[in-house]
């Protein structure tokens, strides 16, 4: 075999060999990430519907915004956990102003989290 064909193609697997896999989502830090049920960008925020046992508030989230080559990523996590003991299990709507979080209602935003189907 050629040589330069040989430092040819071991340089091209080489290339491929780099590539990082895919991560799963359910890996970090996407397993922090509380699942949204709805989520809807306003001219006053973002509105994000999670579940609530009754005592869910925003004082309960945090969020971590990313900019990359003009991308913006927004991620939320729950800091506390809801802790009310309620017959039925259900949802809140949480908003968070564009001035809030830091971002330009013009440009668009990249969510997180994962999405999930309410069970009840």
């Given at each position: 075999?050629?040589r330069?064909?040989?430092?040819?193609?071991?340089?091209?697997?080489?290339?491929?060999?780099?590539?990082?896999?895919?991560?799963?989502?359910?890996?970090?830090p996407?397993?922090?990430?509380?699942?949204?049920?709805?989520?809807?960008?306003?001219?006053?925020?973002?509105?994000?519907?999670v579940?609530?046992?009754?005592?869910?508030s925003?004082?309960?989230?945090?969020?971590?915004?990313?900019?990359?080559?003009?991308?913006v990523?927004?991620?939320?996590?729950?800091?506390?956990?809801?802790a009310c003991?309620?017959?039925?299990?259900?949802?809140?709507?949480?908003?968070?102003?564009?001035?809030?979080?830091?971002?330009?209602?013009?440009?668009p935003?990249?969510?997180?989290?994962?999405?999930?189907?309410?069970?009840?």
């Amino acid at each position: 075999m050629d040589r330069r064909l040989f430092l040819t193609a071991a340089v091209a697997l080489a290339g491929c060999a780099t590539l990082p896999a895919p991560r799963p989502v359910s890996s970090p830090p996407y397993a922090e990430l509380e699942p949204v049920y709805g989520a809807t960008a306003g001219r006053g925020g973002l509105t994000l519907r999670v579940a609530s046992n009754g005592c869910t508030s925003r004082p309960d989230f945090t969020f971590y915004v990313e900019k990359q080559r003009g991308a913006v990523q927004i991620a939320f996590a729950r800091r506390r956990i809801d802790a009310c003991k309620s017959a039925a299990p259900g949802t809140t709507e949480l908003t968070f102003t564009w001035a809030e979080l830091g971002l330009d209602p013009r440009n668009p935003v990249f969510l997180l989290n994962p999405l999930a189907a309410p069970v009840s």
